[in-house]
């Protein structure tokens, strides 16, 4: 397994556009999550997925960001009209979630997307 | 409301000992987490600590006191690549997380 990936891994765009990130999980993982990290803070939670259902949304996810996670495997997060203020990191991370195999819900994150909104 | 307090930046020497505190208050409580981030990078996981005392792991050492709402993180016998950001984060409700800001440690020779 090659762990979390993340597509694209840099996006550049314009206030007003829509943007759409993908997120690949660790194949046997059941828990998916989004974060948004800004420079010199710590990753904020958006939003996570017990697979295809979407189980909590952070206060911070406006009604322009929307996630999906249609088969349970991948998901998107999509963001409409950007603003400059959405200009981030963008991490995802996937874990067994509370099981045997991992007890602790190790978060396993990917590279991450950087969206810079001009 | 979840809040999660660290110190912004700290400097150390390499070979030397360094201790990163972090103290939380948070619903539900699930157990204290810490992660490396490198520049540029994906956080990764380092420890977790769900009873109290202290676990120990290499270089690397973690300690919880639950009751004080208190944690750190213990680097010993520094080395330059351990110049990165160290992340607490508490483990809430459903074994999910809440980060805080992150110290930025740097190592000097």
């Known amino acids: 397994d090659t762990g979390v990936s993340q597509d694209p891994r840099h996006k550049i765009t314009k206030r007003g556009q829509n943007v759409t990130f993908r997120c690949d999980p660790i194949s046997e993982h059941n828990r998916l999550y989004w974060y948004r990290q800004t420079l010199g803070q710590g990753p904020e939670f958006l939003t996570y997925?017990?697979?295809?259902?979407?189980?909590?949304k952070s206060r911070l996810l406006s009604d322009r960001f929307s996630a999906e996670r249609p088969k349970g495997s991948f998901s998107t997060l999509e963001i409409q009209r950007t603003e400059q203020g959405d200009s981030a990191m963008y991490l995802c991370a996937s874990s067994f979630g509370a099981s045997g195999r991992s007890p602790y819900n190790e978060q396993f994150f990917g590279p991450g997307t950087r969206l810079t909104v001009l | 409301g979840q809040n999660i307090d660290q110190p912004t930046e700290m400097t150390a020497t390499e070979g030397a000992i360094v201790q990163i505190n972090c103290t939380y208050q948070?619903?539900?409580?699930?157990?204290l987490f810490w992660y490396q981030q490198h520049a540029g990078e994906a956080p990764t996981f380092l420890s977790y600590n769900v009873l109290d005392g202290l676990e120990e792991k290499g270089r690397f050492s973690s300690f919880l006191s639950r009751s004080k709402g208190y944690s750190y993180l213990l680097l010993k016998e520094l080395q330059m690549k351990d110049s990165a950001s160290y992340l607490c984060?508490?483990?809430?409700?459903?074994?999910?997380?809440?980060f805080g800001a992150g110290t930025r440690l740097t190592v000097k020779p």
């Open positions: 948070t619903s539900g409580f699930n157990g």
């Open positions: 984060a508490a483990g809430v409700h459903n074994n999910d997380m809440r």
């Open positions: 997925f017990q697979n295809e259902a979407q189980l909590e």
